[in-house]
């Protein structure tokens, strides 16, 4: 077979490119989805991205991009489901994404990639029955997630672990955002080594810049904060998987031990309710309150990367205390900016921060020890600089160019394995 790939199918069940990010179930794995789109695309790589229609009102096919189709599949209600009913949806999923791939010539499809455990339900049926290889980026892992549980979250479920296995198993390929998610894959569900590629995701570096002149401060001005506040930033989905409440806590903390420090501090939190977050859309802001900090944090909704690339530029630390992440998408960004990083040194954290040099790594979630790193930076500007020049040079390396140039040989590495004994072999299996 030859490697030229032609036109990929891109399945993302649970959440859909054009949603924005930040609130609900959109996140990284959004952003990393239409970013890798639109330059696959750019190089002659037609890109359909197949997603579940929550609403009557969304039309059967957008363009989101030259190139990029975004299709609709009707499965279930027109409505936003919980994850947790998705996998009741994704037999009419699933028969949705055939029906369309029915609809054209054969042939029209060179690749299929899936994007989360749900979505490589319906990439396993597709493959099978279009004889085309199945790449797959799981984003999270149940095991690993349920090794980390925040305080009052749920578990994954039994079937979410198995869905995982049995994804694991079909594939062809396997995409790992980072190095320790690729030993996580096979060493807790017993991936081929072989078949397991590292790509890190990337940030789009032309966007996320610092800005200039620094003296001015022209972001904080136009966000509203003062020039000569200490400012720290949470960004993403509100839910305890992302422990919001460690930088309030800390926050609290610093205050408690520098009562000075109120005139100037800023907590600016930008985000949405998402996850078991959804129950208790409002609380956080009860948690300032009854800590005392509701003066000094801010609460922002989502906002496009124009409007959020200017939160990281008028921040001296985003803080991204996760009890666990795949990558960390949004510590990459702030770094692209020139803003240091305080993180949990969890999972792709551990990637995406040099400790040292870009930023500072916390063992732990105690927020004593995230309000001691804190304080310290607010007293040491020197460090904060020094740290912010090392923040922009390491974002440096994760460029979405060099993603795409990675995607791109993972692609015609599994075109180029499929024999025709071994699409028979999965045919008639």
Partial sequence: MSGRIGRIATISVHTSPLDQPGTGDAGGMNVLIVETAKRLAARGVA?????????????????????????????????????????????????GVLRTEASFDPGHYDLLHSHYWLSGQPGWAAKTRWGVPLVHSMHTLAKVKNAALAEGDKPEPAARVLGEEQVVDSSDRLVANTAEEARDLVELYGADPARVTTVNPGVDLSRFAPESPLTLRPARRRLGLPRDAYVLLFVGRIQPLKAPDVLLRAAARMLRDDPALRSRLVVAVVGGPSGSGRSRPEGLQRLAAELGISDVVRFEPPCPQGELADWYRAADVTVVPSHNESFGLVAVESQACGTPVVAASVGGLRTAVRDGESGVLVRGH?????????????????????????ARRHAQSFGWDATVDRLLQVYTGAVNARTPAHVAAEVTA
Avoid at 368 to 375: F, G, I, P, S, T
């Fill in 366 to 390: 105690d927020p004593a020890d995230y309000a001691a790193v804190l304080r310290g930076l607010a007293a040491d500007p020197s460090r904060r600089a020094r740290l912010a020049r090392g």
């Fill in 47 to 95: 890109v359909d991205i197949f997603t579940r229609a929550t609403s009557r009102a969304l039309p059967p096919v957008v363009e989101m991009a030259p190139g990029v189709l975004v299709r609709h599949v009707v499965a279930g209600p027109f409505e936003e489901l919980d994850k947790g009913e998705l996998p009741r949806q994704l037999c009419g999923f699933t028969s």
